[in-house]
Nanobody, 122 residues
Framework: QVQLVESGGGLVQAGGSLRLSCAAS????????MGWFRQAPGKEREFVAA????????DYSDSVKGRFTISRDNAKNTVYLQMNSLKPEDTAVYYC???????????????WGQGTQVTVSS
């Protein structure tokens, strides 16, 4: 069992930066790939970024590639999402998730956090 708690969301102006954190409980955190997803009002949950259990492999959606960076610290049981050059269209609730495959599909993840709101004003 893994419990995930996101933090770091907030209100930022376009062009600004935020860093999201996702703290995991449990001793098996380093066994899981981790993903970040987001969901805007009236839209489906969409993939943002994923990182392998070791941190060696990462992947990003085209919409955030070059602006967002996912990383993890297995010693701290934490995964991060550094978000730079934020745009109003990045506004959403951001969720972290843990799973074994680290794929684009939310169905591949077994555990989810409660989400943190990110709002980017124009």
């Amino acid at each position: 069992q893994v419990q995930l708690v996101e933090s770091g969301g907030g209100l930022v102006q376009a062009g600004g930066s935020l860093r999201l954190s996702c703290a995991a409980s449990g001793r098996t955190f380093s066994s899981y790939a981790m993903g970040w997803f987001r969901q805007a009002p009236g839209k489906e949950r969409e993939f943002v970024a994923a990182i392998s259990w070791s941190g060696v492999n990462t992947d990003y959606s085209d919409s955030v590639k070059g602006r967002f960076t996912i990383s993890r610290d297995n010693a701290k049981n934490t995964v991060y999402l550094q978000m730079n050059s934020l745009k109003p269209e990045d506004t959403a609730v951001y969720y972290c998730a843990a799973g074994y495959s680290g794929s684009y599909s939310p169905h591949s993840y077994d555990y989810w956090g409660q989400g943190t709101q990110v709002t980017v004003s124009s």
